[in-house]
């Protein structure tokens, strides 16, 4: 028998450790026509599944080993592990963090008594700086991963979903992958005693050190990673986990910041809670898998995995959620720069569509460019509104999956421009409802021409949009009455400091 799957039933962390429950998901189930469960390790009181490998390691120490203190490396979840097992057996703690681990994480550590330092910009580099301790200090490390005892904690979520689930009726059990712990110790259990059950890992795709390693037969050493999915930051797996994965599972899944992002809002909608992106890794890889494999009426079992999310990459994650759930479409347009351009676009390009987003700065006389995102159905209507455009003669280009344009170039969108004219700036209410910018357009006269046009989507009932004008001064008085009668509260921003500097 395997010594890992003994360990896993030697295990002792239900001392500190909950049997977190496994969840059917209604709202998720019935989008993918499956039967989907969620463990909601995201449930401990340390948020994560990491206190379950971090105290049986620390309890299964030797009297020696306790009493010179012990250190971790860790991107969060781990660290907390470890902070609050060393705590509760009276243990002093150290923690080596990388310096861009969420606050949220780090004050969490230093609640539980543990030293925080910090160090490097990913684990692998938080890691080399431990080692380095660990020799000054005699300090006693605690692997986040590859060590046996680690192991084995992390497979008593294996034990719990055998005693929870209907053995017969699971398809796949989906797990997020880091540094292998995760995976090895549920992967191990499983496999040993339901061998028809799948064990599928999930990978960011900028973090996917465990799929190059198994595709490589070799383990492969990262040059960099992607931090969306911090807690699974790694930039190398670690040997025993890397043999485990090898041994028992069945595929891994790599996913798109925009997937991730996606399934946070899946889970949210099922369970009010917000996981971190790691904690959504296994949902992200449910849902690309099932549409790959086009697979129906079958029971997938997901490890939410965490929830510690930094409050200050909600709005970062609900604007990329959009795109991951392919129900947003992003387009740079080039069109003629000419009076009623721009109400012919919104006629004949947007339609019925609402608009999630909208950028444009006149600079020159003859064409202008516009980025322009509308809410659809992308899969089933994206070449439609390219093909609307192109029939217009407007240069099309579809940006939807384009980082550049998403994180930086939208916002960019503007500048200075001297041969605009009689300019004046306006910050518009608009009612978040179809039809708001075309009643608006429709009521303008055509040679009151639109300079600046600046809109994104946030949710709200209303939608602050700004948009500048070039109205000649003996049709501002009309211009005034127009702006009365259309009944959208407005703000008159000429005076504006940013629109001196940046307009």
Same mark, same amino acid.
């Given at each position: 028998?395997?010594?890992?799957?003994?360990?896993?039933?030697?295990?002792?962390?239900? &001392?500190?450790?909950?049997?977190?429950?496994?969840?059917?998901?209604?709202?998720?189930?019935?989008?993918?026509?499956?039967?989907?469960?969620?463990?909601?390790?995201?449930?401990?009181?340390?948020?994560?599944?990491?206190?379950?490998?971090?105290?049986?390691?620390?309890?299964?120490?030797?009297?020696?080993?306790?009493?010179?203190?012990?250190?971790?490396?860790?991107?969060?979840?781990?660290?907390?592990?470890?902070?609050?097992?060393?705590?509760?057996?009276?243990?002093?703690?150290?923690?080596?963090?990388?310096?861009?681990?969420?606050?949220?994480?780090?004050?969490?550590?230093?609640?539980?008594?543990?030293?925080?330092?910090?160090?490097?910009?990913?684990?692998?580099?938080?890691?080399?700086?431990?080692?380095?301790?660990?020799?000054?200090?005699?300090?006693?490390?605690?692997?986040?991963?590859?060590?046996?005892?680690?192991?084995?904690?992390?497979?008593?979520?294996?034990?719990?979903?055998?005693?929870?689930?209907?053995?017969? &009726?699971?398809?796949?059990?989906?797990?997020?992958?880091?540094?292998?712990?995760?995976?090895?110790?549920?992967?191990? *259990?499983?496999?040993?005693?339901?061998?028809?059950?799948?064990?599928?890992?999930?990978?960011?795709?900028?973090?996917?050190?465990?799929?190059?390693?198994?595709?490589?037969?070799?383990?492969?050493?990262?040059?960099?990673?992607?931090? *969306?999915?911090?807690?699974?930051?790694?930039?190398?797996?670690?040997?025993?986990?890397?043999?485990?994965?090898?041994?028992?599972?069945?595929?891994?899944?790599?996913?798109?910041?925009?997937?991730?992002?996606?399934?946070?809002?899946?889970?949210?909608?099922?369970?009010?809670?917000?996981?971190?992106?790691?904690?959504?890794?296994?949902?992200?890889?449910?849902?690309?898998?099932?549409?790959?494999?086009?697979?129906?009426?079958?029971?997938?079992?997901?490890?939410?995995?965490?929830?510690?999310?930094?409050?200050?990459?909600?709005?970062?994650?609900?604007?990329?959620?959009?795109?991951?759930?392919?129900?947003?479409?992003?387009?740079?347009?080039?069109?003629?720069?000419?009076?009623?351009?721009?109400?012919?676009?919104?006629?004949?390009?947007?339609?019925?569509?609402?608009?999630?987003?909208?950028?444009?700065?006149?600079?020159?006389?003859?064409?202008?460019?516009?980025?322009?995102?509308?809410? $659809?159905?992308?899969?089933?209507?994206?070449?439609?509104?390219?093909?609307?455009?192109?029939?217009?003669?407007?240069?099309?280009?579809?940006?939807?999956?384009?980082?550049?344009?998403?994180?930086?170039?939208?916002?960019?969108?503007?500048?200075?421009?001297?041969?605009?004219?009689?300019?004046?700036?306006?910050?518009?209410?608009?009612?978040?409802?179809?039809?708001?910018? $075309?009643?608006?357009?429709?009521?303008?006269?055509?040679?009151?021409?639109?300079?600046?046009?600046?809109?994104?989507?946030?949710?709200?009932?209303?939608?602050?949009?700004?948009?500048? *004008?070039?109205?000649?001064?003996?049709?501002?008085?009309?211009?005034?009455?127009?702006?009365?009668?259309?009944?959208? &509260?407005?703000?008159?921003?000429?005076?504006?400091?940013?629109?001196?500097?940046?307009?």
């Amino acid at each position: 028998m395997d010594e890992i799957f003994k360990l896993i039933l030697m295990a002792r962390v239900y &001392d500190i450790v909950k049997e977190t429950p496994l969840d059917f998901a209604p709202n998720l189930s019935k989008k993918l026509s499956n039967r989907i469960l969620l463990k909601r390790e995201d449930l401990q009181s340390v948020f994560s599944f990491k206190i379950r490998g971090a105290y049986n390691k620390i309890v299964n120490l030797s009297d020696k080993e306790k009493k010179c203190g012990v250190i971790a490396a860790s991107a969060g979840n781990h660290a907390q592990g470890v902070a609050l097992s060393s705590k509760v057996l009276g243990i002093k703690a150290t923690i080596v963090m990388p310096e861009t681990t969420p606050k949220i994480k780090i004050d969490a550590v230093k609640r539980h008594g543990a030293e925080v330092v910090l160090k490097g910009d990913n684990y692998s580099e938080a890691y080399e700086h431990c080692k380095t301790l660990i020799n000054k200090l005699n300090l006693t490390y605690i692997p986040p991963f590859d060590d046996e005892f680690v192991i084995a904690g992390q497979g008593t979520i294996g034990h719990e979903i055998i005693r929870q689930a209907s053995k017969d &009726d699971v398809y796949a059990v989906f797990v997020p992958i880091g540094g292998g712990g995760l995976i090895a110790g549920i992967a191990t *259990f499983i496999k040993n005693i339901y061998p028809q059950i799948k064990i599928i890992g999930v990978e960011p795709i900028e973090s996917n050190a465990m799929y190059l390693s198994i595709k490589n037969n070799k383990k492969v050493v990262l040059d960099r990673v992607g931090i *969306f999915a911090d807690g699974v930051a790694v930039k190398e797996v670690g040997d025993l986990t890397f043999e485990k994965t090898k041994q028992y599972v069945d595929d891994i899944i790599l996913v798109s910041v925009d997937e991730i992002a996606s399934a946070i809002k899946d889970i949210y909608y099922d369970t009010r809670n917000i996981v971190e992106p790691a904690g959504a890794l296994a949902v992200a890889g449910i849902k690309k898998y099932i549409s790959q494999h086009n697979i129906t009426s079958k029971t997938f079992i997901a490890i939410n995995s965490g929830a510690n999310m930094n409050f200050d990459r909600l709005s970062y994650v609900a604007e990329r959620a959009v795109i991951g759930e392919k129900q947003e479409g992003l387009y740079a347009v080039r069109i003629p720069e000419k009076p009623g351009e721009f109400k012919k676009f919104c006629q004949r390009v947007i339609q019925d569509k609402n608009v999630s987003e909208f950028h444009y700065r006149l600079s020159s006389r003859n064409e202008a460019y516009i980025l322009v995102g509308l809410t $659809m159905d992308y899969e089933k209507e994206n070449q439609e509104i390219l093909e609307r455009m192109r029939k217009e003669g407007y240069y099309a280009m579809d940006v939807t999956h384009n980082e550049l344009i998403k994180d930086h170039i939208r916002y960019m969108i503007g500048g200075k421009c001297p041969i605009v004219e009689n300019e004046i700036f306006y910050d518009f209410k608009f009612p978040e409802k179809a039809g708001a910018l $075309m009643r608006f357009l429709s009521n303008m006269k055509e040679q009151w021409n639109i300079t600046t046009f600046h809109y994104r989507r946030h949710g709200g009932e209303f939608g602050r949009v700004f948009i500048g *004008f070039e109205i000649p001064q003996n049709e501002r008085a009309e211009f005034e009455v127009f702006l009365n009668k259309i009944g959208y &509260d407005y703000t008159h921003q000429t005076t504006n400091i940013a629109c001196r500097l940046f307009l």
